[in-house]
Each structure stands twice: as structure tokens, then as C-alpha cells.
């Protein structure tokens, strides 16, 4: 049988012997090792995905059921993110969520991540001159990031913890990220996103959502008008990097009665201002 012995030949990348077209036992044996080591890494990420989007402890069932996977594998990948820290198990309910090890690797991407180092500053300036929460998101994923906040000293307590994904058309950041972005881009992004409602105000038809960035291309800001939260008005304006693209945005946030619509245009030249000097910290000259 062919698959008794071992083509000799010279071996191509793709695991094919030059000459003969056919995998030897050896190739298909080291191709196989590979596929099935790079399906347990995606599953590891999926299962950490889920635990981290889901926000609740789940059981194995359930991970189970939503990755299409089965209770077995599912099983022995936790067992080895519990060990390495990344998941943690409740020993009263059994179910699982995300572990300690976590917090380190988000602590180390947000210290690594140059746009949040260099504004800080600005956002306790923004946040001191306001008295508003400032805050700073950048574009992952069809998605706002927001990965970096300080709370105006007499703002409303919003729930927005760093790394909380939102969507990019119902917010002031989203839509001060996709207003500059090439048109193209901006209509691809909108195309593949479901323009889902957060509140009553949220603006979910197309050509509204294009109108409003086409208002906030030419005004230079965008607002967020209880769309995302109730009775929370945002501001926002884009940071540009070196290369002049979008790199995020940054914005300020309140109550409505905080942030009132006639105030808006003030705000935004304090964010342009503080905008404007983040930009250039990150080697953009105008």
C-alpha cells in the first residue's frame, strides 16, 4: 500500500514531495500535529472571548453549545486555562469565568498602547477645565474601545470600564472616528454593522447615520444625543496619528443637564485643543 512507505524527494513548504505530488505518512502525521494544535489555540481564544464578552460565569454546557464544540474538548481546554490563571472556576456553581492572569495582559496591552500614554494628561486637563468625564476610545473590530477615562469631579457616574466595547454609530466617539475615516471605509464599516437601537434615540437607518457624519465632518465634532445611554450627552472629536489617519477619538460625557446641547460647541474646542496637541504627540504635524 502506498502508505507503507516514504516517498524520498525534496520536501515542498506545503508538506508535498517534489516529484511524486503526494503527502508521505511523515508530512500528513506533522500536517495533521499542526491543524489540530492551531484549532486549540482558536478554541482557547473563543472560549476567553466569550467568558470576557458574556460578562457572567458559565458552565461548560453552555461553552459548549455556543462554540459548536464538544463538552469534552471544551472541558479539557478550561482545565488548562484554569491552570495557567487565565480562567478561574467557582467551586460553589462549577461555572467558570475569567481569571487573575487576565488582568495582566490587559494591563500590559493598555501600558503599551502609546495613544493612552500620551493622553492621560490630557484627559485630567480636559476633565479639571469641564468638570465633565473625558474619555478616550479607539476603533477594534467594527467597535469603539474605550481604553482610557477620568471622571469629571462633578459628572455623572457612568458604568464604561476600560476595555468595554460600544457600538460606533450610537456614540460620539464611534461616529467622531467614522465621520474622518475615508468614505469608503466609513461605508463598508456601516454596511457590515447592524445598526442596532441602545435607546429610543439611536439613530439606526443608513442614510440618517450618513447625513449625521456628514454634519459632523463639517462642524469638526460629533454628539451623541442620549443615543447610546439615556439621559447622557457625549461630545467628541478625532485624534489623528503620525501618518494622519484616525487613531481614535477623545470626548467628554455627562448628564444631559451637565452637558447641555448650547454647550456643545464650547466643548468641543476644548477637546480640539487638547486633540490637537495629543495628535502631535503622536507625530502628526498639520
Known sequence: MEGDFIFVGESHPGGLTRGTDRWTPIDREEHMAKSDSIKTVKRSIDILNVLAEDGHQLGVIELSKRLKTSQSTVYRILSTLVAEGYVAQDARTEKYGLGLQGIILAGAALNQLEI???AISLLERISSATGCN??????????????????GPKSARMYTPIG???????TALGKAILA???????????????????????????????????????????????????????????????????AGAMSVSGSVFQVRAEDAEHLAGVLQDAAYELSGRLGYIA
Open 180 to 246: 474622518f475615516l475615508p468614505a469608503e471605509e466609513a461605508d463598508a464599516i456601516i454596511r457590515s454593522r447592524e445598526l442596532a437601537a441602545c435607546t429610543p434615540h439611536t439613530i439606526t437607518d443608513p442614510s440618517a447615520l450618513a447625513e449625521e457624519l456628514r454634519r459632523t465632518r463639517d462642524r469638526g465634532y460629533a454628539v451623541d444625543q442620549e443615543e447610546f445611554i439615556l439621559g447622557i450627552r457625549c461630545v467628541a472629536v478625532p485624534v489623528r496619528g503620525h501618518s494622519g489617519t484616525i
Open 164 to 170: 468595554r466595547r460600544a457600538p460606533v454609530h450610537a
Open 116 to 118: 493612552r500614554k500620551q
Open 134 to 151: 473625558a474619555n478616550l476610545g479607539i476603533f477594534h473590530r467594527g467597535e469603539v474601545m474605550y481604553v482610557a477615562r477620568i471622571d
